[in-house]
């Protein structure tokens, strides 16, 4: 059975493999996306208007992530956390609304056949909230080492949809930037995530968001890339805490506006990274990095990446006001141009 | 798992929920609200397993004489709860007679009942829980997936199957059986509709009887979850119990009293309603918008929700439907104390107890008028008078009901099932009055006998028979272990107060009430862990009291003590005292020793009973060697051998016979050698002898001689942070030292004397330190700290001369802890 199962993996690798960058694919249109990431979904006045601008089209939101359970029963080995709460509203309606799964590989290479928990519980979830969607997408930081369990698992779940809804369910995976130095995962078509691309624990690091030096490595790997892809631009900021010994501490979504703060207490270094004044403790808050990405290098980065594969189809990461309303309508629009 | 460990672990699994599940998940204990607590006794957990042994017992009496008692009556239990779900049952004589007898009706029954269990069971409960996601609409979310329930497949066919049972069976009491099945499903996948619509549809046929309670339990929880709360209480008042959870707001009382005026329900709901109010108000304090500026700002909570209840209460005693009156008007008096309108309170109180009511209610006004009367700071002369008749009665009721062992240091653990929660509340208020009302009033006034009087009336009223038990083995002199009231031998471990006094619940209500002051001055301790039985007497607030106020009030309340009161309230108040004269005496002694007033000391010492020592705890400890006042302990534990260059030697004394008595004659004989001896250098070496001395007996290993806890850092930490107060007074300490040192540097001894001196006197020991950086790794963290240690001579010195005393060579660990921690 596995053996099957594996062989199936390969030739729909194959196929996968033999589509091009134009698949005559309804899915993979040139329309506006974005992505919706956490866990309550509600929209303000600033991200209708958003979404009514922009023409945006199709919703990736985050429906749970899978995670190992440990500690749980036996029976119970992963399970789904942070699960969104969608509206009751018909708010969701008017747009193509793509589930996405996050996956850690841990979960994919330890634990086998939650594929029908997962397929099922999707299924419920369109259910309860009256989407009727055509696709699902996987997210997983795969690796060398994961890749084959996530190819598999890729294989698995798309026949476990078709049980559940009835009809065939598109399959569509994230695709990290050092994942496209590996052959691609047997899907649809994948979103080249061109963002997270720096170490964001180090020191050194300028901005982990998105550094057109940390994408150049791999862009010469999109023109044989033998997948569809849409791009994921960062819409997104956070800022990262180092201690005294410039030793990683904690990553803060939260927003600050640590220019206004008391320069007595903080000042300002180069490269958004802000230094707490005074004698802390080794291991106390130290230093600050204040990571947000210019609109030049979002563009910059997404130039970079359609010189070696050509236009793609955009997708912003993430719908949120707070985030978005950083940039102006024209550079809103131009990422999606 | 291999299939036979999944059967065992099903059938496990099946009995705890054929137990458990016949009856609403528990809902959580009473919360310990200091205030308007009417009485019910009400603990949910005991309720709901009297409800299910009741049930259970009915089940298996049905099904007994189904059989015509042919099996017997442990085999037909074992088959309802344990066997029904195995794949083959005919080894069970229950089943076997039913097959055999052709009772067809049963067998179906039993059929139908594996077969919806099993799969109920595989698919509700078993192997897909967290992935469970209801495809109903309308229903609420979870918001944690640990607390999901169960999984619904096929359910709906479950219960397809279970209500075609109950239409089409003849007999009524197995058609029940099938309801109460049918609805239990509903509950645990949250149809809580389809569970409300089956009983409304088929309960009415339902006899009385525990099935039927069984059935009214799911049919109550089914409506509380779909927001009919009005509905649940008084479906849940119907079987006796009174649901907590529910939110008994002003319109759900109004609606169960549209339905029901004179429900015995409404004590139940008027106290949740009072106290969920009270909670509200405590909760204010820790929202965003709480101005800690405004003291009273946590006082009031929504004022229209009292306003709202005001206006019901009033409607319902004009009414005059409803037989408790006096329960609305009560109420209406505890939220105009809550929202800090005290006069309006004691008019409403007044107001109340003049009216027609329940006995609880009219207990409870008495009770209410207390904690009023007691935090009324418009009296003085008349304060004790008013409060002494509810009192009285409150002591007597307490005395009459006894003060369970568990109850200081279990609130928020588990409660045992027999708790009697009206005498809780009896407690809870006495403590309340006392502590918020009298000892606050009594402060304000500077009348600290009077806190004391009041102090010892409560802890002698509130002695339980634990703590009658170690006062008696203190009394016999066998502190040091007895046999607890399990018969297990318990072990008294020798310095240590009690540490249970309070709970932590009680000091963040006190703190937030502004009285944490008294019990911060107080010394009084959170309740912990009681791996070690202590001694009552030295475990008291009472004696926190004694042991932190100054020598005088302590006098003074000894006089009042004796005079027996002049009035019918103090009369009272002191003749629940505790009146062993050695006790006071000797504390009085301890308190002057810590102000170096032997002569003093002496004076009540010699008042003590000879043996009174044996009988304190603290009593190892004086005796304990390296416990010495005099040996020097930051250079060896051990100092027999010490004279101090002096012609007698304090700590071969001291060791003849270990004593306060003992230490405050030695300490008188090295004072006057250091004054007036006519040899400087024996004046010197005296001073140093005293300085030790002092400082050992104080915040050194010695601490014992003047202290009942762990030197200062007992007596004057509180809670384990230090404060202002630690500081000064370790302070103060160090500068009486430094002053006996001063005299003893002025004679220029050779140069190990003049170093001891430094390395004792506070600012000397700066210049014989230095700096080291030391690394200590804890967990994943590695901290790099810098350390003060003595400088590399003084410490060579010091090694070697701890060799001179019959003492192992300090390694450096040993010898740190013993410079560091004397």
Known sequence: ?337 | MNSRLFLISGILLVGSLTAAACGEPSPIEPQWHWFFYTGHNCPAMEWQQKLNLAFREENITFWHNRVKKTVSRKEVEKALYDVYLLNDQTNNKFFRYLYDHHDTEAVRYWTLLKTTDTAYIHQAVWEQSVWYYSEKTGERYWFDEDDLPPYDLSISQVKAMNESAIRSCTNPDLRNRFLLQVMRKCFYVNDYQGCIILWERYGERVPESGLRKQCLNYYAGALRRVDRDAEAAIVYASIGFYDPRLHYDVEVLRKIYEKEPDSKAFEFMVQEFVNNYFDQSRRKRYSPDFDFSDPAGYRIPDTRKSEAFNALADEIVRDGKNRNPALWVSAKAALAYINGETDSALRLITEANRLRGSDAVKDNIRMMRLVFNSTRNDIDAKYETLLLPDLQWLVRTIEKEGVPCWWEYDIGAAIPEDTNFTALHHIKILRRTILLGVIPHFERRGMAFKSMAYLNLYEEVMMNNDDKKEREFARRGLLREGLNQDGYTVYFHPPFYREVVLTESDFDYLHEHDYGTLLATRNVQVADSISWRKSFDYGTMFFSYMDTTSIANVRQYLRFMRSGGRTAAEKFVLRHSYRDPSFYNELIATKYMRLEHYDSALVYLRKMSPDFPKKQNIADYIGTEHRNPFAEGWITRKLNKATFGLPFNPAAEYDKKPSKATFCQLMLRLRKMAETDSSAEMRAKAAYAYAVGLFRSTIGNAWALCYYENGWNYSYHNFGEESDDDQSIEADVHRRVDAWLDKALQYNGDYVFTTKCKVLHSRERKALEHEVKKTVTWGSYTYTSTEKEFIPEVRELLCDRASDYDYSPLCSEEWRESVWHY
């Open chain 1, 1 to 337: 059975m596995r053996k099957t199962i594996l062989m199936c993996a390969a030739a729909l690798l194959c196929l996968c493999g033999c589509r091009h960058k134009n698949p005559n694919n309804k899915l993979y249109s040139g329309e506006n996306s974005v992505y919706y990431w956490q866990t309550w979904y509600s929209t303000n006045d600033y991200e209708k208007r958003f979404l009514a601008d922009h023409d945006i089209q199709t919703m990736y939101i985050r429906f749970f992530d899978v995670e190992p359970n440990h500690g749980w029963n036996d029976h119970d080995k992963c399970r789904p956390v942070a699960t969104i709460t969608l509206p009751d509203d018909e708010s969701l309606s008017r747009f193509n609304v793509v589930p996405v799964v996050f996956i850690t590989p841990e979960v994919i290479v330890e634990y086998e056949s939650f594929t029908d928990h997962l397929a099922h519980r999707i299924h419920a979830m369109c259910v309860k909230n009256h989407l009727d969607i055509k696709e699902v997408q996987f997210d997983c930081d795969w690796t060398t080492s994961t890749r084959e369990a996530y190819f598999q698992f890729l294989v698995e779940v798309r026949e476990a949809l078709k049980k559940y809804f009835g009809k065939d369910i598109a399959v569509s995976s994230t695709i990290r930037l050092h994942q496209l130095a590996q052959a691609p995962p047997a899907v649809d078509y994948g979103v080249l995530m061109c963002y997270n691309t720096g170490d964001f624990k180090d020191f050194n690091t300028r901005n982990a968001i998105l550094d057109t030096k940390d994408v150049q490595p791999y862009v010469k790997y999109l023109k044989h890339y033998k997948l569809p892809l849409k791009l994921a631009l960062p819409a997104y900021s956070w800022t990262v805490e180092f201690d005294a010994k410039k030793s990683f501490l904690r990553l803060n979504r939260f927003q600050n506006d640590y220019d206004n703060y008391d320069s007595t207490m903080l000042k300002k270094l180069d490269n958004g990274m802000y230094e707490i004044l005074g004698e802390v403790p080794d291991n106390a808050l130290k230093y600050i990095r204040h990571e947000v990405v210019s609109a030049k290098t979002i563009l910059e980065a997404k130039d970079l990446v359609e010189q070696h594969y050509g236009k793609m189809p955009i997708v912003l990461y993430h719908l949120d006001s707070v985030q978005l309303s950083k940039y102006n309508d024209d550079e809103l629009k131009a990422f999606f141009d």
